[in-house]
């Protein structure tokens, strides 16, 4: 069972995603987050409005048996600083920062058990993704309880896998929304107005992504199903997919060099 209350430690893009997320699934009630950020957003002003408490005293931090960290990784010291020897011994802290190292963690927050979880922006709609790993067992299940309810979870069989789940499905986020921008560019390339190129290439990105989820098929799969030989699918294929350097070759080439970045935060 989910301990709570619960500490969020930044609430900026993703924060603001979890605590969206945690509403959306309703597996966490505003009255048992506690909120700390420097400069509260919309979504951290929402939720105090809805109960929580937004940026009260030390002396509140320490009821939190949940804790989760979600600074940048380069302020992440800074906030140790402050919150050291205000939280409760017992809590457990999540981290969902990119590139930090349990290790490093421990040796600040100990005898805190800690666990770290790689998710993505969509938790905010309840339907996101989250890696998890810890070696403890009992952080484990803090972080399974905490975003299994709004996301699809993996949990990873040692810390390293952190960088490379971070560089496919954290980040992962930024290079679908890369490609509907490109789509709807080329969209304007063709002769499309603006307006028609941005509803075309949204709605054709989300509706291929419902089919994807709804059928369960390969995704090689569904190109077949569109791909007519000798058609306008396979003279695009055969542009996107030349041999030695396509899509394949770009997407990963992003992705080491995203799993390269996150090996170097920590
Ligand atoms: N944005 C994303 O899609 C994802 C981000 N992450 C990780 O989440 C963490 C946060 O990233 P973002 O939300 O994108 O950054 P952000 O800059 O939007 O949010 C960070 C928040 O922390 C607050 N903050 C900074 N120092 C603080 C302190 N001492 N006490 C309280 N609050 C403080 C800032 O005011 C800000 O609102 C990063 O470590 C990142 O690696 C992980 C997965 C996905
Ligand atoms: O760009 C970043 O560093 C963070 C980690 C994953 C997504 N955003």
Aim: proline share 5%.
């Amino acid at each position: 069972m989910l301990a709570k209350p619960i500490l969020l430690v930044g609430a900026g893009a993703l924060g603001s995603a979890i605590l969206k997320g945690m509403r959306v699934a309703g597996h966490v009630a505003p009255q048992d987050v506690i909120i700390l950020d420097l400069t509260p957003g919309e979504e951290a002003q929402k939720y105090a409005g809805l109960g929580a408490r937004l940026n009260p005293g030390p002396e509140v931090w320490s009821e939190a048996w949940t804790v989760i960290l979600a600074v940048k990784p380069q302020s992440w010291r800074g906030a140790a600083q402050i919150l050291s020897g205000n939280l409760n011994t017992g809590a457990t802290l999540v981290s969902v920062m990119a590139g930090v190292r349990t290790d490093d963690l421990s040796a600040v927050f100990a005898p805190l058990s800690v666990a770290r979880v790689m998710p993505t922006t969509g938790v905010a709609t309840g339907k996101g993704v989250a890696s998890l790993f810890s070696g403890d067992g009992k952080a484990l299940q803090a972080a399974s309880d905490l975003f299994a309810p709004m996301a699809s979870t993996v949990v990873l069989d040692h810390e390293g896998l952190i960088d490379a789940a971070t560089a496919v499905s954290g980040s992962g986020p930024a290079y679908v929304y890369a490609f509907a921008s490109a789509l709807e560019s080329a969209g304007l390339a063709t002769g499309l107005t603006p307006a028609d190129a941005k509803t075309l290439a949204r709605a054709t990105l989300i509706s291929a992504v419902n089919l994807l989820d709804a059928t369960g098929e390969e995704p090689e799969d569904l190109i077949r199903k569109v791909a007519s030989p000798g058609g306008t699918t396979e003279a695009a294929l055969k542009v996107l997919r030349k041999e030695g350097k396509g899509l394949d070759e770009l997407i990963k080439a992003a992705v080491l060099a995203a799993q390269k970045r996150s090996q170097e935060l920590g």
